[in-house]
């Protein structure tokens, strides 16, 4: 398998900044908790949040959408979910990855179950290839039209994700 470099460092990183401080702006009277959703996106999200102007809390919650390799199962389960409240505060999920669109779609259904006063999403990459749903990305670092990523969070079956830039897997 060969990598194909798609977005070094610097450029995550300036794209990051960017986010973070419209984010900052977009919050700037409000305390949002930052939700990341694991594990790809603990990169990210520890990056974002430090260039990020505004009182914030951050908790995590995880739902396994794909199995081994790289093709989605389709289905997507919930293993584990928020210890902080969030009834009546802003959220703001963030992710590395917007594929199908399945996982968010599950996790912000959940999310809502709770009465948060709002749920925004943020996500490095929103690529479109094989999305099934029509999830809106508030806060989009990147799209990307086709390809298997990894690199800066992302996986192929646990592997390539310590890695600092983001490539193509080509097979
Ligand atoms: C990846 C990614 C998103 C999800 C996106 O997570 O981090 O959570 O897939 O795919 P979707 O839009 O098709 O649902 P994965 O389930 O592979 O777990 P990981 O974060 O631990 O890599």
Redesign the pocket.
């Known amino acids: 398998m060969k990598q194909e470099l798609l977005f070094s460092q610097n450029t995550i990183s300036s794209r990051t900044k960017e986010l973070a401080s419209q984010i900052s702006a977009d919050y700037s009277e409000k305390e949002p908790v930052i939700v990341g ?5 603990v990169f990210f999200l520890a990056d974002i949040v430090r260039e990020m102007t505004i009182p914030l809390k951050i908790d995590f919650i995880r ?4 199995g081994a390799g790289c093709s ?1 199962s389709g289905s ?1 389960r919930l293993t584990k979910g928020l210890e902080i409240p969030i009834k009546d505060k802003p959220v703001i999920l963030v ?10 779609s599950k996790i912000s259904d959940i999310i809502m179950e709770q009465g948060p006063e709002s749920v925004k999403i943020c996500s490095l990459i929103d690529k479109q290839e ?1 999305r099934e749903n029509n999830i809106v990305i508030d806060y989009c670092g990147f799209q990307v039209k086709e390809g298997f990523l990894v690199g800066y969070g ?2 192929y079956d646990e592997q390539y994700r310590y890695l600092k830039d983001i490539y193509i897997l080509r097979f």
């Open positions: 959703v694991l594990n790809g996106a739902a396994a959408s794909y989605s997507v992710e590395d990855i917007v594929d199908t669109g399945l996982t968010l094989r992302l996986d």
